[in-house]
């Protein structure tokens, strides 16, 4: 299963409207590659043409250093594995595996070979005779990527495969499939709108928004230094405030005015406008006893506290008006006793805090959703 690198160069596709839009991107053999964003960015539109579903309108698709773009899909070495998993009820799981093999005209002995391979490396050689009817939803799953990948394929193209699947049932498999690809070796490249999915398996993702790239790097970089407000507030949670840049320091320092408190930040100063938005994780903001001296402290009051059982959401009103949440780990340590009502301080360290400009908090766009979301997702 060599092979496996996926080329796009200026790669658009339009229907009645521009759902990829002149994107480049470079996926290296081996690699867990993740699409994300909500629904209408163009991420499947982007898998589709990769699998040889729709055809570009300008642009090229090149595989391996081969250019694809007129290659139908079944003459492309890459295989496709789809949410609804597209299993033959009639066929039991041994036939639904063997399916593509049999149009291949494999001798008898090499076909039995392949197929009970790929049914061990997803753990399912005892359900060989069950057909899809009677396996679970996880189990399913796991048939679909066995018959994808007893082709042998270098590219494996996944869209939100675990979408159909309950939230423990996705967290177990998350962690299943993100070993198979290491093991198996071959290029994934998963589309999803799950930000926990692609934080957790990829390698390296891209966050998309009308039918463009608008930033790319590994999980850690895209979490921890967004680009602009959309991706900070699509990529898990985030306290987004608005406020005023007074002064700028060197480097990417800068000081910004929330309410009547001037807080430093260590991030994005140089390049954010006069009026900003400030974002900070809500695992990195820090909630000390009411009236605790130093910088970068604001006071506010507890509005809200969710247990979500390894953590407790707290949510404050800071004294400026502004909502912002907290994450305090429930790990037996002493915490402050905290209601509905306590006034406390709210600590935003300066190396946690980012400066942002541009985008669109994704709240905003949902308001607005194009109409094209059945195509252009």
Known sequence: MAGGRIELVALTKRFTEVAVDNIDLDIASGEFFSLLGPSGCGKTTTLRLIAGFEQPT????????????????????VNTVFQSYALFP????????AFGLRHRHLAKPELDKRVR??????????????????????QQQRVALARALVLQPSVLLLDEPLGALDAKLRRS????????????????LYVTHDQEEALTMSDRLAVMRDGKIVQMGSPSEVYEEPADTYVADFLG???LM?????????GEQCEVRLGEAVLSSEHGGQNAPDRAHAVIRPERVRIEDFGS???????????????????TQVYLRLAAGTDVQALLNNDGGQHLQLAQGTPVQAYFAPDALRVLS????????????????????
């Open 58 to 77: 300008a642009g090229h698709i090149l595989l391996d250093g081969v250019e694809v773009s007129t290659v139908p899909p079944n003459k492309r070495n």
């Open 90 to 97: 009639f066929l039991n799981v041994y036939d639904n595996v």
């Open 117 to 138: 391979s790929s049914l061990e490396l997803v753990h399912l050689s005892q359900f060989e005779k069950r057909r899809p009817g009677q396996l679970s939803g996880g």
């Open 173 to 188: 498999l998350k962690v299943e499939l993100k070993a198979l690809q290491e093991q198996v070796g071959i290029t994934f």
């Open 237 to 239: 949670a985030s306290n």
């Open 242 to 250: 608005e406020v005023d840049v007074v002064s700028r320091g060197p």
């Open 293 to 311: 001296a130093g910088p970068n402290r604001v006071p506010a009051m507890v509005e809200r506290l969710v247990y979500l059982g390894s953590s």
């Open 358 to 377: 541009g985008g669109t908090p994704v709240a905003d766009l949902n308001a607005a959703e194009p109409e094209a979301i059945a195509k252009a997702s």
